[in-house]
């Protein structure tokens, strides 16, 4: 069983809809991490948690350190935010590296 | 800043050769990290430094694969000899000092990504 599992796989979305892409974690964590990586293949930092929730423009992240369960959630959905999103945490006691879940492949047709 | 810079952006060898995959970290950055994605896999942490010292190499595939940081500004992976099972994108990444600053919302233990080495050995 992976430590990072990420649901679902592949979502397609109409543009507009509210979207939701969810991770667990088996390990302790001192931070968890979500991530895009664009068709291009660059990666990008969204979201750094620890604790309660972070906001970013139409990007909401939550998480639920007690369930080990995060939820990332894009709000009014473009085209442009077709992407991969990956869901990562850095175990605890660790000086920094990641471990990280397979993605999400989203999908947002206009 | 540039950013994480890596080069080549692409290598394409043949099995048995010798594959140097380089990286340059974000300055003041003092965590460098060496990823390999693939589409069965995905992405897999191989070694990490801290301080041009390397802290974890666990996630290194076999002796073939040889990583270096002989200074801030610089770390090198080595492959050799390559194979076939070796293709895939190769990133790295800084991060800066915990005591660091950060955007609001990305923490100072954000890692900064450079664009991935595409290896494809034949």
């Known amino acids: 069983k992976n430590e990072v599992e990420q649901s679902p796989q592949n979502l397609t979305a109409q543009e507009g809809e509210f979207i939701t892409i969810n991770c667990s974690y088996s390990v302790g964590i001192s931070a968890l991490h979500w991530l895009q990586q664009h068709p291009g293949g660059g990666i990008v930092s969204l979201f750094m948690?620890?604790?309660g929730k972070k906001k970013h423009g139409r990007l909401i992240a939550t998480i639920n350190i007690q369930e080990k369960h995060s939820s990332l959630h894009i709000t009014a959905s473009h085209p442009r935010d077709s992407a991969v999103y990956i869901c990562?945490?850095?175990?605890?006691?660790?000086?920094?590296?990641?471990?990280f879940g397979k993605g999400t492949k989203l999908s947002v047709k206009p | 800043d540039a950013g994480v810079i890596q080069s080549p952006r692409h290598e394409v060898t043949e099995m048995g050769q010798e594959v140097t995959l380089r990286c340059k970290p974000i300055?003041?950055?003092?965590?460098l990290f060496w990823y390999r994605q693939t589409m069965m896999r995905g992405l897999e942490l191989l070694i990490y430094f801290n301080n041009n010292v390397p802290i974890d190499d666990s996630g290194m595939p076999e002796d073939r694969f040889s990583a270096k940081m002989p200074n801030a500004s610089f770390s090198t992976l080595k492959i050799q000899p390559s194979e076939p099972r070796d293709s895939a994108v190769y990133f790295c990444a800084s991060r800066q000092r915990r005591t660091g600053t950060g955007k609001v919302y990305v923490g100072k233990d954000t890692q900064y990504f450079g664009p991935g080495t595409r290896l494809t050995v034949l």
């Open positions: 300055s003041g950055h003092d965590y």
């Open positions: 948690l620890s604790s």
């Open positions: 990562a945490v850095t175990p605890r006691g660790s000086q920094g590296n990641l471990i």
